[in-house]
Structure formats: structure tokens, C-alpha cells
Nanobody, 124 residues
Framework: QVQLAESGGGSVQAGGSLRLSCIDS????????RGWFRQAPGKEREGVAV???????KYADSVKGRFTISRDIAKNTLYLQMNSLKPEDTGMYYC??????????????????WGQGTQVTVSS
């Protein structure tokens, strides 16, 4: 059984930084896609960044140059370093994992496993 657990959310002022972490258990695909998504109140869930098992990375245009996704395989942990945060980055952030299908992009339909989310609030 695959389980994902996020941590690291919080409240910061604009321009600040946060690092989100997502620990996984039971996830054993050798070829994978892992990602971070966010959802603001009244809006659809949006893909923020993804990373595949070959190290390929994609970012949403809105976070390029500010956010960095990475994975520590030994620790079973996915990270999202968020710098220069803006009020529009506010939302619930979710980590996600696919079912080893071989594709990797920021579409929610690709992902089979989801964490419970961690709240990020950026004030102006």
C-alpha cells in the first residue's frame, strides 16, 4: 500500500521561502513520475513541478526560477524548495506519485497516489 505524507507548509510573507517534504512508503516503481500540485480556494488543482526516474524535471511557468523539485531516493523523500514566494502561491500543496506508466507531465490525471496536503499561505 502506497502512502504519501507531506510536511513543511506554513505562513510566510511575500518574498519568503519554504521547503515542502513528502515521505513515501510502499512506493516501489523503478520507472516513475513524482510531482507537486496545489489548489487554491475556488480553483482547480494545478501542477507545479514533476520529476521522473531519469531526473527529468518540468515546472509550471508560474514557478519557474523560484521553485525547485528534488528527490532523495535513500530517504524516500520528495522536496519542493519554494523561494521568492508570492501571495498567488497560496494554497494546499499535494505531493503525488504515478503508477509507473512511463510518462511524466504536470497533469493530475497521470497520478494515482496522493498525499493529504499541506497548507501554504503567503501574505503581502
Amino acid at each position: 500500500q502506497v502512502q504519501l505524507a507531506e510536511s513543511g507548509g506554513g505562513s510566510v510573507q511575500a518574498g519568503g521561502s519554504l521547503r515542502l517534504s513528502c515521505i513515501d512508503s510502499g512506493y516501489r516503481y523503478s520507472s516513475y513520475c513524482r510531482g507537486w500540485f496545489r489548489q487554491a480556494p475556488g480553483k482547480e488543482r494545478e501542477g507545479v513541478a514533476v520529476i521522473d526516474s531519469d531526473g527529468g524535471i518540468k515546472y509550471a511557468d508560474s514557478v519557474k526560477g523560484r521553485f525547485t523539485i528534488s528527490r532523495d531516493i535513500a530517504k524516500n523523500t520528495l522536496y519542493l524548495q519554494m523561494n521568492s514566494l508570492k501571495p498567488e502561491d497560496t494554497g494546499m500543496y499535494y505531493c503525488a506519485a504515478d503508477g509507473g506508466g512511463g510518462f511524466c507531465y504536470t497533469g493530475a490525471e497521470l497520478f494515482e497516489y496522493w498525499g493529504q496536503g499541506t497548507q501554504v499561505t503567503v501574505s503581502s
